[in-house]
């Protein structure tokens, strides 16, 4: 178990995150295999769940509702606000964190959630429209009403953080962080640790590049999010490898496969870190799983870390209109 924050948060080392069952990587995973799998991360051990209203939007946290009512004294469950969303469902240009919108959308995310509180409430993206003290102020409000249970940034710039915790401690930040994006070490990972925030990284497998599967010649869904991510062109790709051919060295070695090493070296950095790797398959949800029981010695970690070092890692990890939104 690791706690995030200076709260009583306590999951288990490794999350889920439960995103590419309904978005994101190509069609959404057919309803009855996807809540299997959310219930087999239960019954391996997992008790903290990450899901968000845009995810569909709307049916991941319904799918996610569902498959974990009859689990939900035992585990946690994140979500987030922050985008913009029609009546419809439709995903919509822009941002909307004014309190007010806060406080409807957790209304809604409780009932698709089954549930009477969202345990870790995140901001999904800083909106610049609205000063991060209000948007602090109205979690505070909800979770002085019993709602929401703990505060959370996604994707947050270090000035951001320190102004939210300032007026509603921030249990955890939510970011991308693996040997895939190593960027937050430089300056968010030390405000993290100074302020006691625990860190929960998304796509910790380099959405699925660290895994070994992925190469230049692979094909993506046309609906995959990565057909638009310059870090996953055929050129890019290619010359990405040499971090897989690193782990896969190192996993050789351990007897373990390149995405477990990859979770190992995340767990390892900090005691407070707690990634949330995804999945639609029960072969790959054990696999990753297995990643909380290999043990990297501070030699196998200074190897890495300085093979790591010497690897240049082309394209960005985001399209430009997206690349705007994070770190602000």
Do not use: C
């Not at 940034?153 to 300032?166: D, M």
């Not at 390892?268 to 995804?278: E, T």
Request: aromatic content about 8%; glycine content about 8%; proline content about 6%.
């Amino acid at each position: 178990m690791r706690r995030l924050g200076k709260g009583n948060l306590e999951v288990a080392a490794l999350g889920f995150g439960a995103m590419g069952l309904s978005s994101g990587y190509g069609p959404a995973t057919e309803k009855s295999q996807a809540i299997a799998v959310l219930r087999a991360a239960v019954e391996h051990g997992v008790t903290f769940f990450d899901t968000a209203e845009i995810y569909g939007p709307w049916t991941n946290e319904l799918l996610v509702g569902e498959a974990l009512a009859p689990f939900r004294s035992q585990v946690k469950i994140a979500t987030k606000f922050g985008f913009r969303i029609g009546p419809n469902g439709e995903r919509l240009d822009g941002l909307d964190s004014r309190p007010a919108h806060i406080k409807e959308m957790v209304e809604a995310s409780l009932k698709r959630l089954r549930t009477d509180v969202v345990d870790l409430l995140y901001q999904h993206r800083v909106d610049p429209d609205v000063p991060i003290e209000d948007v602090a102020g109205a979690v505070k409000e909800l979770i002085q009403a019993g709602k929401v249970k703990h505060f959370g940034l996604s994707e947050a710039g270090a000035q951001t953080i320190r102004r939210a915790h300032a007026v509603q401690p921030v249990t955890a930040l939510q970011s991308e962080y693996s040997l895939f994006w190593r960027e937050p070490e430089t300056e968010i990972m030390p405000l993290l640790e100074e302020l006691g925030i625990g860190f929960v990284p998304f796509s910790p497998l380099g959405k699925g590049f660290l895994t070994g599967k992925i190469d230049a010649n692979t094909k993506f869904d046309p609906t995959d999010f990565r057909n638009v991510v310059p870090r996953f062109t055929p050129e890019a790709r290619k010359a990405n490898q040499a971090v897989v051919d690193l782990l896969t060295a190192i996993a050789a070695r351990l007897k373990a496969t390149p995405a477990q090493v990859a979770l190992a070296w995340l767990l390892a950095q900090k005691p407070w870190i707690v990634p949330i790797p995804g999945t639609t398959k029960l072969h790959r949800l054990e696999e990753n799983l297995g990643g909380a029981s290999v043990k990297l010695t501070p030699g196998d970690l200074a190897e890495i870390n300085a093979a790591s070092d010497k690897i240049t890692l082309h394209g960005a990890r985001y399209p430009a209109h997206l690349q705007k939104l994070v770190g602000r």
